[in-house]
């Protein structure tokens, strides 16, 4: 099908575009910006008037929950909350049940998504079995069928001789791995920031230093083995200050950020809000503030929503009861808006977090609106306004720090290798 999308403010990051033009689609792909190609008939006109066009955004750290707790969420509604967000491809972590740590696993998931026909589905395989932590998988095989990088997720890897041995694995192939710093046993039993609103509701705490102390290990193995290394989910401002350390070196290194610990700290949790019971633990506003200075500095290169559905139930408890995780594929965008506002950061540079930098770190042709790349692009309303409540989200999982809060910026309309697959009401 043919696609004119015509009269938008198209911005594009890696071509350094911020303008207004109009994008002819062709066969899936852009086939030119501006100028219609001679001879180019379009069966679907969509009118961007007051709209902005971007490319598809990128998130790397949505769970879908399958295989294993299709009772939190199923791939279908998570698909359709990542489209409704104009997120057109996502990477998830490996700890479904059973973990991503065989091929089969792998490619079942792949063929699910294709299925859908809606966004692209990245997954991260397993750097262990069963994410035991004790016998490493076979990292060429899971890439065979589909893994783009390799993780523990949240599973703890306290044995460090398995670690540098997974690191030297993926050292030896080019593999990426993706590691999220807290030392298992500083952190056990932990729920909160170990600070002054942990100490107040007598909540057991988590100490910076459990970020720290992992993060410096994390960083030694990787001098030691040459690995590609990505730090998920930094929440502090010590460990922004080892990562920006780490990267004046030359260590090949990434980092990204969760959307909630941009905007939120410790002090969010109030009285026992278990929807701030979050994996990290919201922080105090120092690091927070760390955060965002990282991102704008570049030491933090990618926002992503931390997207982890949970059921009603399993939220509706006292907090340190509570499961961890809330649902962000529909908040990602909007909270990427708001901190370049509130931080005076232009569109392009904000954009970029969520889709140039992420593209870079899974290594997929993706995140740009250049000639000939496929037509996977997002379009949105940066004035209008919206409540986030259970009603108004399309994933499962309806938990979130955020209910009952007003966005500004609303998806219109999602394309993905040409095809639209998302149209607001």
Not at 300 to 318: F, G, L, R, Y
Not at 375 to 380: K, L, Q
């Amino acid at each position: 099908m043919n696609i004119l999308i015509k009269n938008g403010r198209l911005v594009d990051p890696k071509n350094h575009i911020d303008d207004t033009r109009d994008i002819y689609i062709a066969a899936g792909k852009i086939i030119a910006t501006s100028q219609a190609p001679a001879g180019f008939a379009a069966d679907q006109v969509i009118d961007a008037s007051g709209l902005v066009v971007v490319p598809g955004l990128i998130d790397l750290a949505a769970r879908l929950r399958e295989p294993g707790y299709e009772y939190r969420a199923t791939l279908e509604s998570e698909m359709a909350a990542a489209v409704a967000g104009g997120i057109t491809s996502l990477s998830c972590p490996p700890d479904t049940d059973p973990p991503l740590d065989e091929p089969g696993l792998v490619e079942m998931l792949k063929h699910r998504a294709r299925a859908l026909c809606q966004a692209h589905v990245y997954p991260v395989g397993a750097l262990t079995y069963g994410l035991k932590g004790a016998e490493l998988t076979e990292m060429a095989e899971l890439a065979d069928a589909g893994c783009m990088a390799y993780s523990h997720a949240d599973a703890p890897l306290v044995d460090t001789r398995v670690m540098m041995r997974a690191m030297q694995y993926a050292a030896t192939f080019d593999f990426s791995v993706w590691l999220r710093p807290q030392d298992s046993f500083l952190a056990r039993n932990g729920v909160a920031h170990d600070g002054e609103v942990a100490t107040r509701l007598g909540l057991p705490a988590i100490p910076v230093c459990a970020e720290t102390i992992a993060l410096s290990t994390m960083l030694q193995l990787a001098r030691e083995t040459g690995v590609r290394l990505h730090i998920c989910r930094i929440s502090s401002a010590a460990g922004v200050d080892m990562v920006r350390e780490a990267k004046k070196e030359g260590l090949p290194l990434t980092c990204d950020v969760s959307m909630n610990h941009v905007h939120l700290s410790e002090m969010d949790i109030g009285f026992f809000d278990s929807h701030c019971h979050l994996v990290p633990p919201l922080r105090n506003q120092r690091d927070r503030d760390a955060l965002r200075a990282g991102l704008q500095e570049g030491v933090i290169d990618a926002i992503v929503s931390n997207h982890s559905p949970v059921d009603d139930d399993a939220k509706q408890m006292p907090f340190a009861e509570a499961e961890a995780g809330a649902t962000g594929l529909e908040l990602l965008l909007p909270l990427v808006l708001k901190w370049a506002h509130e931080s005076k950061y232009s569109l392009s540079d904000a954009i970029t977090r969520v889709t140039v930098n992420p593209a870079r770190i899974l290594n997929i042709d993706a995140g740009h609106l250049s000639i000939g790349a496929a037509a996977d692009i997002c379009i949105f309303d940066p004035e209008q306004h919206w409540k986030v409540e259970p009603a108004a989200l399309k994933s499962q999982g309806k938990n979130t720090p955020f209910l009952g809060m007003q966005m500004l910026g609303k998806v219109r309309y999602t394309l993905v290798q040409g095809s639209l697959v998302y149209q607001a009401a």
